[in-house]
């Protein structure tokens, strides 16, 4: 389907969009409580990528049989008492680099095309024990690491908001089913700014988590800085998925409205001022700032340096650790690799340990320093990505080893400190911008909150792309 | 060098990746005169 005929086609809206814009916590409520269950919501679900998404080309594999399985049972198990939580019937997209028991995860490459997985990833067995259901694996720049192009496996997602855009990756199929009502919440992968790039370029939330605090086990992605993170609507959803993410039984829900006064925003304006960034969004950071303020936080500025040497550090490491995971597939398979993803998992193959050893000490560099604002400030802020699309990004900076585009996200994925891109506004040309607020490790629940505050004072998280013929007016307001 | 490391990358394949690895390898190699506990260490890592 062409993309200039998605906008016109004829489609049954109205009730279906309610169902298929809802948050992950208003379907699980209404599944709760009976208004809603769970078949009915998967099929509206399946309904609307199986029109929208020859065009968004955000899935790889609709997993309809096994949904409506899992729809079923958790309707039976939740109309017999046995209700097991907000997850509890509400069908998640997966990025299809993250392992599904039983369902194909290609990571979007030939070499992975038929693999189908004997065991979920950690993450993934974690939420369908919380009652979560997998509707859907979802499309990725292969390998998560290479420049998309139309001859991957499947050819890469279409920016919702303006379709002659790509939407940015890694986790781009994950951003876009979420941002297109094609699935309330999804997991991505970030070692770089995977998940918070393409959240920002969709209008969506996206959170990395703390290193280690999720187990990416079962992930594909370089073990020191690859997390595991939630793509969703609200900050609300992020943080309920968080919670059935996470072994340690922490509520981060539960606080989200329970921000402490006196609240300090800092802000390394030195280090931003140092770096190209679009015009808009500088305007988007700067106006985000002033919501913050009105809010009664205290906006600081403060040094962090060594922020763009930790985001070069960050891809020598992972182009290390890249190389080490795909040495043998390389060596037998490299064909099968695409043009772009086997020069980026073979380029690790020319660096050094000491150049390996120099990039992670770096990082422990950065990390005090980070760890040292943050003892002066409870989040700090920054734009996520220094560009508008996709396509930018990759004319700014072919290679991203200079930090790139991700000079503000890929800092913290070596220093791991939690970070999220939450909406900001627009540009002219209606491509969503995103704010990252990064807190202190392990203080999600802190950071969250500050985010659901910033959300709760706009309301750029109520607005849908244009995908339908009924809410064809541009950021129409859904709710 | 890619011959060395014995990936079968074709010639076109090198030639792309040529400027890949000689921008990495330059970045690693800045990098490697900041590593705090290097000998002979000089700076901190920049701005």
């Given at each position: 389907m062409h993309p200039a005929r998605l906008g016109s086609s004829k489609t049954r809206v109205s009730e279906a969009q309610d169902v298929d814009f809802l948050t992950l916590a208003e379907a699980g409520r209404r599944i709760h409580e009976g208004s809603l269950s769970p078949t009915e919501l998967v099929e509206a679900l399946i309904d609307r990528a199986r029109r929208l998404d020859p065009v968004l080309r955000s899935t790889i594999t609709l997993a309809a049989d096994s949904a409506f399985a899992g729809a079923s049972a958790a309707g039976v198990a939740i109309g017999r008492g046995r209700w097991s939580g907000p997850l509890h019937g509400v069908p998640l997209g997966i990025k299809d680099s993250i392992a599904t028991a039983g369902l194909r995860t290609t990571a979007n490459s030939r070499v992975l095309e038929h693999w189908v997985p004997d065991e979920d990833a950690p993450v993934v067995a974690a939420l369908r024990a919380a009652g979560a259901i997998v509707l859907s694996k979802l499309n990725l720049n292969e390998f998560a690491w290479a420049i998309p192009s139309?001859?991957?496996?499947h050819p890469p997602p279409r920016n919702p908001w303006s379709l002659s855009h790509v939407a940015m990756g890694s986790s781009s199929g994950s951003a876009v089913a979420v941002a297109s009502g094609l699935c309330p919440a999804a997991l991505g992968t970030d070692s770089g700014g995977s998940v918070r790039q393409p959240a920002a370029n969709c209008g969506v939330v996206g959170l990395k988590p703390t290193h280690g605090l999720i187990d990416a086990g079962g992930a594909l992605g370089a073990p020191t800085m690859t997390e595991v993170g939630p793509i969703a609507r609200t900050v609300e959803d992020c943080a309920l998925l968080l919670t059935g993410m996470s072994p340690t039984g922490m509520q981060y829900a539960g606080d989200l409205d329970r921000l402490p006064s006196g609240t300090r925003i800092g802000v390394p304006r030195r280090q931003i001022e140092l770096v190209e960034v679009d015009r808009e969004i500088r305007a988007g950071f700067d106006a985000a700032l002033n919501t913050l303020r009105d809010l009664g936080m205290e906006i600081v500025e403060i040094e962090v340096a060594g922020m763009a040497d930790a985001a070069v550090a960050d891809f020598v490491a992972l182009s290390a650790e890249t190389f080490a995971a795909h040495e043998l597939s390389l060596r037998t398979r490299m064909r099968d690799y695409g043009r772009s993803a086997r020069l980026y998992q073979s380029q690790g193959a020319f660096l050094s340990a000491a150049d390996y050893i120099a990039a992670l000490r770096v990082g422990d560099v950065v990390r005090e320093r980070v760890d040292r604002a943050l003892s002066t400030v409870d989040v700090l802020a920054t734009p996520v990505v220094t560009v508008l699309t996709a396509e930018a990004a990759r004319a700014a900076k072919a290679q991203p080893h200079t930090g790139g585009a991700a000079v503000f996200t890929a800092p913290f994925n070596l220093t791991g400190h939690p970070a999220l891109s939450v909406p900001c506004g627009f540009s002219n040309e209606r491509l969503p911008i995103g704010l990252q607020l990064v807190g202190r490790a392990g203080g999600e629940s802190e950071l969250l909150g500050v985010a659901h505050a910033y959300e709760q004072a706009t309301n750029w998280h109520s607005m849908h792309p244009p995908l339908d013929a009924d809410s064809a007016t541009w950021g129409h307001p859904t709710g | 060098m890619a011959q060395a490391l014995e990936l079968p990358l074709e010639d076109e394949d090198l030639e792309r990746l040529a400027p890949m690895v000689d921008d990495l390898t330059g970045e690693a190699r800045r990098l490697r005169r900041y590593?705090?506990?290097?000998?002979?260490q000089l700076e901190d890592p920049g701005e």
């Open positions: 139309e001859h991957d496996l | 590593a705090p506990g290097a000998i002979g």
